[in-house]
């Protein structure tokens, strides 16, 4: 391979790369450009704790969106407007965890509560105040600690 060869080959995998870098945005919005489901949600199971930030995730096609609430919540959801991840230091509203969940909880920790959930495409996962992490199938069947 000569030197103007090499060059080239360079140039080129250096804008692809750039390309493909530039892919990924985050961008505060204002919470009134929230899709309406989000709004919803967050004004259905946390009505007191108002939205403190807002950032759309672009990433290639597919957008996301994280949002900040007062009371130390983050909440995440997927390109398809669904809530994906709820991350907090005080208790979870019970509105927002499945009842086969909760009630797992409430059996064989009743002295603790809900902190964190999230669901992925197999499986959810909660995390209780003592740091405690249990993982259910999506229909809501214990699995297993997982720490």
């Known amino acids: 391979m000569n030197i103007k060869s090499f060059f080239k080959n360079t140039i080129a995998l250096g804008l692809v790369i750039g390309t493909l870098s530039s892919c990924d ?3 505060i919005i204002p919470s009134t450009e929230l899709p309406s489901e989000i709004q919803t ?3 259905t199971h ?3 704790n108002p939205i403190i930030q807002s950032i759309k995730d672009r ?3 597919k957008k996301s969106y994280d949002i900040t609430l007062e009371g ?4 995440e959801f997927d390109n398809k407007n669904k809530i994906t991840e709820i991350d907090g230091i005080s208790k979870l ?4 965890i499945p009842q086969s969940l909760r009630e797992y909880v ?3 920790y009743p002295l603790n509560f809900i902190t964190d959930w999230e669901l992925d495409d197999n499986n959810q996962q909660i ?5 405690l992490e249990l993982e259910f199938t999506i229909s809501g069947e214990f699995l297993k600690i997982d720490n």
């Not at 130390?72 to 909440?75: A, D, G, M």
């Not at 995390?127 to 740091?131: A, F, G, Y």
Request: glycine fraction near 4%.
């Open 25 to 27: 945005k985050e961008e």
């Open 41 to 43: 949600y967050i004004s």
């Open 46 to 48: 946390f009505p007191n």
């Open 59 to 61: 990433d290639g096609l």
């Open 72 to 75: 130390s919540f983050v909440l």
């Open 93 to 96: 509203p019970d509105s927002v």
């Open 106 to 108: 409430t059996t064989n």
């Open 127 to 131: 995390e209780l105040d003592n740091t």
